[in-house]
């Protein structure tokens, strides 16, 4: 009986040892870029930005929110968007985005802001790391006098 136990915690102990290191061996990585876009295209059904994000050399986010009716929002107004998001983090490292989000219109001066969350099921990534997955993660976007801001941000299991 005393051997059975010995063996079966040696057995249990030598299969922790296993399991661990692979475990550990996925690395959680956090991406918040955000781009500034001077001049965004605004048509009556939503926005389109473009520009180098800030952080990293090669960071680029070109950024499409369209209301799903086809007219942004009233002032004071919320609305479904669909959100369409390329992100560049590094030269030939991509995500792409489409998803859904919220996209308002403030009730003072009508100013658009649009939060839209998004999954692994809604992102495609190229580039060198062959697991690259995302967790979670938020766009954000808004419109001003001077421009557009728009940003992305996720963590993403290497």
């Not at 030939?92 to 099921?121: K, M, Q």
């Amino acid at each position: 009986m005393h051997a059975r136990s010995t063996t079966t915690a040696a057995l249990a102990a030598a299969a922790l040892i296993l399991v661990a290191p692979s475990a550990q061996a996925a690395t959680v990585e956090r991406f918040d870029r955000s781009a500034f876009d001077s001049a965004p295209v605004t048509t009556g059904s939503g926005y389109t930005m473009a520009g180098a994000t800030s952080g990293e050399l090669g960071g680029y986010l070109s950024l499409s929110v369209q209301a799903a009716d086809g007219t942004v929002p009233a002032q004071g107004q919320c609305e479904t968007a669909d959100v369409a998001a390329v992100l560049t983090v590094s030269p030939g490292e991509t995500f792409t985005i489409a998803t859904t989000g919220e996209l308002c219109s403030h009730f003072v001066d009508g100013t658009p802001t649009l939060n839209a969350y998004f999954g692994s099921r809604q992102v495609s990534y190229a580039g060198t790391h062959k697991r690259a997955r995302v967790t979670d993660g938020i766009i954000a976007f808004t419109r001003g006098y001077f421009g557009a801001q728009g940003s992305v941000g996720m963590s993403v299991r290497w």
